[in-house]
C-alpha cells in the first residue's frame, strides 16, 4: 500500500520515499482514527497528509516526553532544533531530518504557506511552560496554533469546490472540534502531566478547579462538579462541530468522505465519553470497533461514489494544479 501511495503520488527519489514511509508509520502507529480516516483519500494525497501528520506528532512527542523523565530544558532544546530544521527545510526543500524533509516536499507541492508551521511550532512552545488557561479565549489562542493550523494545511491537499478563503474557516473549526474532543478524552491523561486544558472559567462556572480535578485523578472518586463541567465542555465542543460540517461540502468530491469519517468518529468519542458517565479523570473512553467499522464502511460506500461522480466531471481547481501529483481517486 505504501508503493502504491508513493507511486500514484509520482514520488520517486529514494530519500525522499523513505521519508513519506516513515510518516506514514507515525500515523498509524499514533493516530488510529485519523489513519482510517486517511485511508478513504485518493491515493495520490495520502502521502502528504501523512507527512503534515508526522511532523505534527513528532513535534507533540517531543514536547510531551515525560516518560523517561527529560527536563524541560533538554525539551525546549529539542524543540529549538526542530524548529531550526523545519526552516532550513523550508527554505531549501530538503532535510536531513526524514519527516521535516517530507513535510518540505509537501509544503512545496500544495503551496501551504509557512506561517502555518511557524504558529504551529509557538503552541508546542507554549507547552513546555503554559500547564493551564485561565479562559476559553486563552485556549482558543492556543489552539490556533496547535490545531486550527492543522485544518488549514489540509485544505489545499484536500482540494476545495468553493473559494479557499470560503473554506478556510470552517477547516480552522474542524481542527479544533478534533482537538477539543481530545482534550475531553485525556482530561486524566493531561493531568499526569501537569497539564489541564479544560479552561478555569468553564471549571469555574461548575464549581470545579484543577486541585478538584487532581483530587479525582489522584483518588478515584468522582465529582458531580467535574461532571457538569465536562458535559459543559462537550456542548462547547459540539458546537465547534456545526461551525466546522458546512465546510465539508466545500471540500473536492474525493475528500469528502475521509473528512466526514473523521468528522463522524471523533463526535462518536464525545458520545462514548457520554456513556461512559464523563469519567474521562479515571480513565479513556473509547469508540466501541464495531461502530468504527460501520463509520468505515460507510465511508468506503462515499468513496466509490464519489469516484462514479468524478469520472463525469473535472478536476477542482485546486486538486488539479498541484504540481507533479499522479493517478487519480
Known amino acids: 500500500m505504501t508503493r502504491r501511495e508513493l507511486d500514484a503520488a509520482g514520488i520517486a527519489d529514494p530519500q525522499l520515499r523513505a521519508a513519506y ?10 493516530g488510529r482514527t485519523y489513519f482510517l ?15 503534515l501528520y508526522g511532523f505534527a506528532r513528532w513535534a507533540d512527542d517531543i514536547v510531551d516526553d515525560l516518560a523517561r523523565g527529560t527536563p524541560p530544558h ?4 529539542r524543540l529549538a532544533r526542530l524548529a531550526d530544521a523545519l526552516d532550513d527545510g523550508l527554505r531549501t526543500g530538503r532535510s536531513s ?27 508546542m512552545r507554549d507547552d513546555l511552560t503554559v500547564t493551564d488557561y485561565p ?15 492543522i485544518g488549514l494545511q489540509m485544505l489545499p491537499v484536500l482540494g476545495t469546490v468553493a473559494p479557499r478563503e470560503e473554506a478556510a474557516p470552517h477547516a480552522a473549526a474542524l481542527g479544533v472540534a478534533f482537538q477539543l474532543t481530545n482534550f475531553i478524552r485525556d482530561v486524566g491523561e493531561d493531568l499526569d502531566r501537569g497539564r489541564v486544558y479544560l479552561p478555569a472559567d468553564l471549571l469555574a462556572a461548575h464549581g470545579a478547579d484543577r486541585a478538584l480535578l487532581e483530587w479525582s485523578r489522584a483518588t478515584g472518586r468522582p465529582d458531580p462538579r467535574i461532571r ?13 462541530y456545526r461551525e466546522a460540517e458546512p465546510g465539508i461540502a466545500m471540500l473536492d468530491p474525493r475528500s469528502r468522505p475521509c473528512i466526514r469519517t473523521a468528522y463522524r468518529l ?5 458520545d462514548a465519553v457520554a456513556a461512559d458517565g464523563y469519567a474521562v479523570v479515571h480513565r479513556r473512553a473509547v469508540v466501541p470497533r464495531r461502530q468504527r467499522a460501520r463509520e468505515a464502511a460507510a ?6 461514489a464519489a469516484r462514479l461522480r468524478a469520472r463525469r466531471a473535472p478536476a477542482p481547481r485546486e486538486a488539479a494544479a498541484v504540481r507533479g501529483e499522479g493517478g487519480t481517486a
Do not use: K, Q
Open 135 to 149: 479562559t476559553y479565549a486563552d485556549l482558543r489562542r492556543y489552539m490556533h496554533g496547535s490545531a486550527a493550523v
Open 37 to 51: 480516516a486517511t485511508r478513504l483519500l485518493p491515493v495520490p494525497r495520502r502521502p502528504a497528509v501523512h507527512a
Open 74 to 77: 533538554v525539551r525546549d532544546a
Open 266 to 270: 471523533y463526535g462518536a468519542i464525545l
Open 228 to 240: 457538569a463541567a465536562l458535559e459543559a465542555a462537550a456542548a462547547l465542543t459540539r458546537g465547534v
Open 97 to 123: 531530518e526524514p519527516v521535516v524533509h517530507a513535510l518540505a516536499h509537501t509544503a512545496d507541492r500544495y503551496t501551504i504557506p509557512a506561517g502555518h508551521f511557524t504558529d504551529f511550532m509557538a503552541s
Open 21 to 30: 514511509r516513515h510518516c506514514r508509520r507515525l500515523n498509524a502507529r499514533h
Open 299 to 304: 465511508g468506503l460506500a462515499g468513496v466509490v
